[in-house]
């Protein structure tokens, strides 16, 4: 082989070598894989007492199937949510997701809520969710679970305040901020809530519910897109125990 047959056969390398690199460019892999978001290729967050590896379907073929591919359900019950559940509560998407989840969650801070019923909570949920019904979250303050619930979220109990001592919290005297005559949600933890996804209303029922109830609605977080969309983009989901 001479030298102009040796270079034709190393440019002819070259091109196809670079032409497979692009192509892998295209469908977004790279050496850490597919990615959760830019500079994020995975988390890790404690669930059921185990850590579990949060990540994307490394299949760039994957494709949904079963009850979230579905688009067309009748409404009601399956009506499109507001992007907004309550006043002041703000609405977050999956990377705002993945910084609680190594922030808040991960420091004891905060709770994510998969605020479905029991039976849709054991087909599979988000790592590191616990299950509060909204049939417990939307009931009145002095209900016993409600109580329950709020405490576990780390709100306690004012015992008789006193109307002078409100009046004064109410004047600005005293620190009242966060308080109601029955809680101080001083100490309690934020909160995020998702249920279906953006077809699905037992997330923001609960949210209601916990306003209602005088939680904090800055505490309050909503992931509208909620198990749908976090089948969609191939995350990690877990079976809980029994």
Not at 13 to 42: H, M, N, Q, R, T
Not at 102 to 115: T, V, W
Not at 157 to 184: A, I, N, P, Y
Request: aromatic share 12%; with cysteine.
């Amino acid at each position: 082989m001479n030298l102009m047959s040796q270079r034709l056969l190393l440019l002819g390398c070259l091109l196809v070598s670079g032409y497979l690199w692009a192509d892998e460019v295209v469908v977004g892999k790279s050496e850490a894989g597919i990615v959760l978001a830019p500079g994020k290729p995975f988390l890790h967050v404690i669930s059921q007492g185990k850590s579990i590896k949060v990540e994307r379907v490394q299949d760039p073929d994957f494709e949904l199937r079963g009850y979230y591919a579905k688009t067309a359900r009748k409404c009601p019950p399956f009506c499109i949510q507001p992007m907004q559940s309550q006043p002041g509560v703000k609405t977050i998407a999956e990377v705002e997701l993945f910084d609680f989840m190594e922030g808040e969650l991960r420091d004891e801070k905060g709770i994510l809520i998969d605020a479905r019923t029991p039976s849709w909570y054991a087909k599979g949920t988000i790592p590191g969710s616990v299950n509060y019904p909204f049939t417990i979250l939307d009931k009145g303050a002095d209900d016993p679970e409600t109580e329950e619930a709020f405490e576990a979220f780390g709100a306690e109990l004012r015992g008789d305040v006193g109307w002078f001592t409100r009046k004064l919290e109410s004047w600005g005297f005293l620190d009242g901020e966060l308080k109601t005559d029955k809680w101080d949600f001083t100490k309690a933890k934020d909160l995020v809530l998702f249920c279906n996804g953006m077809l699905c209303g037992q997330s923001p029922r609960a949210i209601k519910g916990l306003v209602k109830n005088g939680y904090p609605a800055e505490k309050i977080f909503y992931y509208r897109g909620g198990m749908q969309m976090w089948e969609v983009l191939g995350l990690t989901r877990v079976i809980p125990e029994q």
